[in-house]
């Protein structure tokens, strides 16, 4: 079964494309070695849709750099980490 993605852009009627495809570790960054997944056909949904489903089904990579994005929006709160990026704390 395709993995499910989560989409990494705000604005899907410019062009979708999934966190996978994206570098979270550079500011303003859209390309990196996995440019050959911005035209998946794999589903590539937002985050409300991604967190229902289930953890089997979403994209490993996508969870992965959600986490780098998501620590590095807390840090510039000054908030701690989490260790999961659906963590609710």
């Known amino acids: 079964m395709a993995k499910i993605h989560l989409r990494r852009n705000k604005n899907p009627e410019i062009k979708v494309i999934a966190a996978c495809a994206t570098n979270p ?6 390309r990196n070695g996995r440019a050959t997944y911005h035209f998946m056909a794999s ?9 229902k489903v289930a953890q089997a ?5 996508c969870c992965e750099a959600a986490l780098v994005i998501r620590n590095r ?8 980490p989490v260790a999961t990026w659906d963590a609710t704390t």
Do not use: M, N, W
């Open 25 to 30: 570790y550079i500011t303003g960054s859209r």
């Open 43 to 51: 589903e590539i949904v937002g985050v409300e849709d991604f967190k």
């Open 57 to 61: 089904d979403r994209c490993a990579h």
């Open 73 to 80: 929006q807390r840090a510039a709160k000054g908030l701690p």
